[in-house]
């Protein structure tokens, strides 16, 4: 039995400690927000934050988030710079078929946590791992720029 710091609440979880950390939050916890893409963190899906780091869930194992502070989408609104990187992603109407956008979100708010007014190529570099088939990329730019005006 392996307990997580999650979203501010210890869970018990009673996997291998070698299970990918997506696994045990999407299987044991239902904690479904946090997508299966590649599975070898090319993608960004799957995309949760360990100790306030922008971290690929599918290559994490338990063991190495154990002790940790585990924010995952469901629990990114609790402070004011998720708060504001979600409602800039609604105001600029940022999803299309939505499969990335937590990843893209998770991202984008380890981003502002770091570099509150990130430049372009800040952008870039934070996001470069995050995966959007539809292209929502400028979208996706615009809000990131919006949220951190909200923020300043």
């Keep these: 039995m392996t307990t997580l710091n999650i979203n501010g609440k210890p869970q018990e979880v009673d996997v291998d400690p070698s299970t990918p950390l997506l696994w045990a939050l999407r299987d044991n916890l239902d904690l479904t927000g946090t997508k299966f893409g590649c ?6 899906a799957c995309t949760v934050h360990i100790n306030g ?20 989408i469901e629990g ?5 710079v998720g708060r504001a990187v979600l409602d800039a992603w609604i105001k ?24 509150p007014r990130p430049t372009d190529a800040d952008i870039d570099q934070a996001m470069a791992g995050n995966l959007c088939r ?3 990329y400028q979208r996706i730019r615009a809000a990131i720029k919006d949220a951190a005006r909200a923020l300043a």
């Design 76 to 80: 990114v609104s609790a402070d004011k």
């Design 39 to 44: 599975g070898m963190a090319a993608c960004g």
């Design 53 to 72: 780091q922008a971290t690929r869930s599918c290559v994490t194992p338990v063991s190495a988030a154990a002790g940790a502070r585990i924010t995952t």
């Design 134 to 136: 539809c292209g929502t």
């Design 92 to 115: 600029h109407d940022v999803a299309q078929c939505g499969y990335c956008q937590n990843g893209q979100v998770m991202s984008a708010v380890g981003l502002l946590r770091t570099k």
